[in-house]
């Protein structure tokens, strides 16, 4: 059965099906190749696995983002970040990483990141001198912290998954998202050093008590949802459902970056990728939950405990398969079907679940820029108009410095656990 359901999902990818069209026909297969179970069972499975409350936070989030890449919101932000890092060398370059960690803070999307990150910061950096193709990587490659920076919605899809406390693992993600921007800001000084990128503006107070005003409050966003979830005051789904209110006052009211009539097409946009991530989510369920019955899991947790016991030795496995899987799957994707298989060996391994989940996240976050399927690689091409083969020399430095941090955030747990410990306790 599970031959069939592999095979199957295979073959769908090979004939250019939609990954989750994919799945299904997987899915179905098995199913009707095993015989004992109703074909019914599928689209059951369907709406059993979306009928969650937790859940609804991914669509809230989805339209915030839609708002925030429309509005000033991101551009405020982008012209702050200026302010704050301006003065070093490559300055642009490390205002376009600290705009990614504050955006992850508020959209929980990498791509929504790139969108509304690249489009500013893209044409002004090649207007200041910078390469397309250094402008496009440095875009893309500090998109991923989005995976990791809460509110996101990939930490999300992995509370669902595996139940772990999603405000547990949006700490947990906190430190890591920002080592990640830290690592990619060296490699940036350093190649703006080297060649000459970005001459240092000097630093101006006024400058930046301006910009602080005029971002203001849009930095109240992060410390809303972050502080109202972590103080207990409201869940993750009633922080995006405060969000979007909140977002909506400030593009429509506040700032009036566009006009009530902008507002249907925003929800229609949005509502397009609510359904197909809505629709991948609950087909991968489906496709895992054959997985459990079939014992692939299990089977897999007793043969690696048995052969590879060390869990350093399993950890490095985790991240050639997660770069493997982000050269065919987007992050999102891959996370569904690899979490069911690889969660329970982690925990009979001895993992902590935290732990484990931030790890397996930011090695699938790498997807995001490793072609063929690299989402923000291809964003950011487009917005930089240089090719995708032209970008591959200059994106190996950051991918190098993507990897080193993974690696840190692999073998230096308390990267990971220390802030969940502080709020709240060792405990699991």
Request: proline letters at 5%; charged letters at 5%; glycine letters at 10%.
């Given at each position: 059965m599970i031959?069939?359901?592999?095979?199957?999902?295979?073959?769908g990818l090979l004939l250019s099906m939609p990954v989750v069209f994919a799945l299904a026909l997987g899915c179905a297969a098995a199913l009707l190749?095993?015989?004992?179970l109703p074909g019914t069972i599928v689209p059951q499975q369907i709406i059993a696995a979306i009928d969650s409350a937790p859940l609804l936070a991914i669509p809230l989030f989805i339209l915030f983002g839609e708002l925030v890449s429309r509005g000033?919101?991101?551009?405020?932000?982008v012209a702050l970040c200026e302010a704050l890092v301006g003065w070093i060398r490559g300055g642009l370059a490390h205002a376009n990483v600290l705009a990614s960690i504050f955006f992850?803070?508020?959209?929980?999307?990498?791509?929504?990141?790139?969108?509304?990150v690249g489009s500013v910061m893209i044409p002004e950096m090649k207007r200041r001198g910078y390469p397309a193709g250094f402008s496009a990587v440095v875009t893309c490659t500090s998109s991923v912290i989005g995976n990791l920076i809460p509110p996101s919605i990939d930490l999300i899809i992995f509370a669902w998954l595996t139940g772990t406390p999603v405000d547990r693992l949006f700490a947990a993600g906190l430190a890591p998202g920002v080592l990640i921007g830290f690592a990619l800001m060296a490699i940036s000084y350093a190649i703006c050093r080297r060649n000459g990128y970005g001459a240092p503006l000097g630093f101006s107070a006024l400058l930046l008590g301006k910009r602080l005003g005029e971002a203001g409050p849009t930095l109240l966003l992060p410390l809303i949802i972050l502080g109202g979830i972590f103080t207990g005051i409201f869940t993750v789904t009633e922080s995006a459902a405060i969000a979007f209110v909140y977002g909506l006052a400030l593009t429509f009211v506040v700032y009036r970056d566009l006009p009530l009539s902008a507002l249907g097409g925003l929800l229609r946009d949005s509502v397009v990728s609510i359904g197909s991530i809505m629709f991948l989510l609950a087909t991968a369920k489906v496709f895992g939950w054959i997985l459990t019955v079939e014992r692939v899991p299990q089977n897999?947790?007793?043969?690696?405990?048995?052969?590879?016991?060390?869990?350093?030795?399993?950890?490095?496995?985790?991240?050639?398969?997660s770069l493997l899987a982000g050269c065919f799957l987007t992050p999102?994707?891959?996370?569904?079907?690899?979490?069911?298989?690889l969660h329970p060996i982690a925990m009979a391994m001895g993992f902590d679940p935290l732990h484990f989940?931030?790890?397996?996240?930011?090695?699938?976050?790498l997807g995001h820029v490793t072609p063929p399927v690299g989402l923000t690689l291809f964003i950011a091409s487009g917005l930089s108009g240089e090719p995708i083969d032209r970008l591959m020399r200059p994106l190996l430095p950051f991918l190098l410095a993507l990897i080193v941090a993974v690696l840190i955030i692999a073998y230096v747990p308390a990267v990971t656990l220390t802030?969940?410990?502080?709020l709240w306790g060792t405990g699991r």
């Open positions: 031959t069939v359901l592999v095979l199957a999902f295979f073959g190749w095993q015989g004992r000033s919101i991101g551009t405020r932000l992850g803070g508020i959209s929980g999307a990498a791509t929504a990141d790139t969108v509304a897999l947790t007793a043969f690696l405990t048995t052969h590879m016991p060390s869990p350093e030795l399993f950890s490095i496995n985790v991240i050639l398969v999102a994707t891959a996370l569904i079907i690899l979490t069911p298989i989940g931030i790890l397996l996240l930011s090695s699938l976050a802030l969940p410990e502080m």
